[in-house]
């Protein structure tokens, strides 16, 4: 089978396109680089439309709609009732850490109804077990595929075997990380070649319109374009030519053994006329 890498751009397939909507939050995580608490910035609905305007350009199957934390955004139910009337087939996901779903009716109904997945962080950090108790079985009652993801440095033992207890319970699936997103002691990475992790996988958009290719990666200088650029399509699927800033300390670093991935498409031969 052809790796999606050595594909044409024209025939490959990005796994999950996320954009940011906001930088608010309602906890301060102390590991999260993401979100700036009461004092971010939410991505206004004119802008978060031309987004899903850029999107049409690429092939993707499924939107992640994150922050932050999304559901603070004053904007939330109409952003996500727009996103899934723009993309009726794809696979509609929220990453959340589930307060507001726990105490807001109005947002849990409009998640309901517009999301396939919920994807919730859940550990001492975000501090919302009793919240996460409380979801759960709604969620799951209502056949939306709910993945609960704790971070390893972050969790007591005992609270992770209750979050696991739980899932099994209502059929959610627990997943534990560690934070690698951040420099947090670990050794630097020996890179040799780019990482391969993430070709075709991940867009991610920030509230101003910056694209990284990697969920890890995001540090100003790690950005490589925007959703603005005239070829934007063209640069999702153009060849990695340099590490990100995060590589060094990610936990996730694949060596590709490639100084360039993905590897340019070989050229098609085309039948002598
Ligand atoms: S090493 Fe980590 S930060 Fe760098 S591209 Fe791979 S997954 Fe992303």
Redesign the pocket.
Known sequence: MTPSSLLPAAQRTLKTAKIKITTKCNRHCDFCIFAEGGQGENMPLSTFTQVLDRLEQIPFRQLHINGGEPTVHRDFSQLSSLAHDRFPNLTMVLGTNAITLARNDRILESTLAHYDQVLIGCDEEHDNYDEVRAVIPVLREAGTTVVINSVLEAIAPDRLADLAALCDEHGAIHVTNHV??IDVGQPA?D?GG?????VDQHLMIEVDGDCY?????MAKN?SEFTVWDDDFAAKVFAP?RK????????????DSGLQIVPAPAAPTRTAAV
Do not use: I, S, V, W
């Not at 780019?194 to 993430?198: E, M, T, V």
């Not at 590490?243 to 694949?254: G, V």
């Open positions: 690698h997103h990475n890179l780019l990482c391969d992790r993430n290719r990697c969920f890890n990666a790690d990695r590490h990100y800033d995060f590589c060094l300390k990610c936990h996730e670093y694949q």
